[in-house]
C-alpha cells in the first residue's frame, strides 16, 4: 500500500515505514505529523484519485530529525566582464519515517469489527441471563 501526497509544494511517493526527506516542517524531533493533502492511494490493486485530493485519508509520520543536505556550489560569471561570484549553498531538510496510511476503508473496517464485537456480547449476555416473562392480566 503506498499513497502520493502534496507537501511543501512537491508530491512525495510514500509507503509505511519509509523514511522520506521533507523540506523543513515546523515540528520538533519526536513530535507526530500529519499529511491531509493526499492526491492517490493505492491499496491491494485498487487505486483511488483524488480531485484534488482523496478524501477520508490521511497520511501520519513522526519527525525523525532536521539537518541540512550537501552543499552545492552556485557559480555564475559574466564572460568578458570579468565578473564572477561563488557561492554555496545548503537546503534544509526535516526526515520523517511514515507510521501509517489511513484510508477510509480501514476506518470502515475498524467500525465494523466494533460493531460485530458489541452485538457478540449482547448476544452472549442475552443467553447467559434467562428471559423473565410478565403474566398479562386481562380485564
Not at 26 to 47: L, Y
Not at 60 to 65: A, C, H, L, P, T
Not at 98 to 124: L, P
Given at each position: 500500500m ?34 491531509e ?49 561563488k ?23 475498524v ?15 442475552e443467553?447467559?441471563e ?5 403474566a398479562?392480566?386481562?380485564?
Amino acid at each position: 500500500m503506498y499513497a502520493i501526497i502534496e507537501s511543501c509544494g512537491r508530491q512525495y511517493k510514500v509507503a509505511e515505514g519509509e523514511v522520506v526527506f521533507f523540506e523543513k516542517l515546523d515540528a520538533e524531533e519526536g513530535k507526530k505529523v500529519t499529511f491531509e493533502n493526499v492526491v492517490m492511494v493505492s491499496e491491494d490493486g485498487k487505486v483511488q484519485v483524488g480531485n484534488p485530493y482523496v478524501k477520508g485519508v490521511k497520511v501520519e509520520g513522526k519527525v525523525v530529525s532536521h539537518g541540512k543536505h550537501k552543499k552545492i556550489i552556485v557559480f555564475k560569471m559574466k564572460p568578458k566582464k570579468n565578473e564572477r561570484t561563488k557561492q554555496g549553498h545548503r537546503q534544509p531538510y526535516t526526515k520523517v519515517e511514515i507510521t501509517s496510511i489511513k484510508t477510509a476503508t480501514k476506518k470502515e473496517s475498524v467500525e465494523a469489527e466494533t460493531k460485530k464485537a458489541e452485538t457478540t456480547t449482547k448476544k452472549v449476555a442475552e443467553k447467559a441471563e434467562p428471559k423473565k416473562e410478565t403474566a398479562k392480566v386481562e380485564a
